[in-house]
């Protein structure tokens, strides 16, 4: 576990565009407060977080394991979130 209680955030496809970086570090927390801090940070990204739940064309994976859709989940120090487009694909 990260002792610093930061979790690292990368983005991909269009939100990596969007944010203008590959990854944001942010204090671990909710997934909305983390929602709120990318927000925060890369302007280009806002409204990722709309009637409580992810907006729709967005995807956040946990360490690329599972995709998270509980909004009040605690992410703990040293996780991973994926955010990327929900139309990504190859």
Do not use: K, W
């Not at 990722?48 to 729709?56: E, F, I, N, Q």
């Not at 064309?57 to 859709?69: A, E, I, N, P, R």
């Amino acid at each position: 576990m990260d002792e610093n209680g930061l979790v690292t955030v990368e983005f991909f496809g269009v939100p990596r565009m969007r944010a203008g970086c590959a990854e944001l570090t942010l204090p671990a927390g909710t997934v909305a407060e983390l929602l709120a801090g990318i927000e925060d940070s890369c302007p280009a990204l806002s409204g990722l977080l709309r009637h409580g739940r992810l907006a729709p064309h967005y995807l956040l994976s946990m360490d690329g394991q599972h995709f998270v859709t509980d909004m009040n989940q605690e992410i703990r120090p040293g996780d991973r979130l994926l955010l990327l487009s929900a139309d990504a694909g190859g």
